[in-house]
């Protein structure tokens, strides 16, 4: 049996299950899994999976830089990852709150 859902291109079967993401994402990119969602990027159905890695800033400082992949959900391929440095560094500076402070990905 498979989950079939409707998108620009027409009707998709959804091959790769939520409960896979987690670990295909943490696999290749290792973080904090903090939100799944299931949606629709370039007419393609993708599940958008945003995440915390720790880093350190020089060597030194401990930053949490936000991380969002994107994996096909018809073969659970990784299409995309995304860190969000300046976010990670800057967020947390009260001149740069207004830019980096409420940062959504």
Known sequence: KTIKTKTPKGEVSLLVLPSSVSQIV???????????????????????????????????????VPVVTLLSAENGEILKTQKFWLAGVFGKFPLFQPFFGKFSF
Do not use: F, H, M, R
């Open 26 to 64: 943490l696999q290749k990119e290792p973080q904090k899994i903090e939100n799944l969602s299931l949606e629709i990027v370039d007419e393609k159905l993708v599940y958008k999976v945003k995440g915390t890695k720790e880093k350190k800033l020089l060597n030194i400082i401990p930053v949490k």
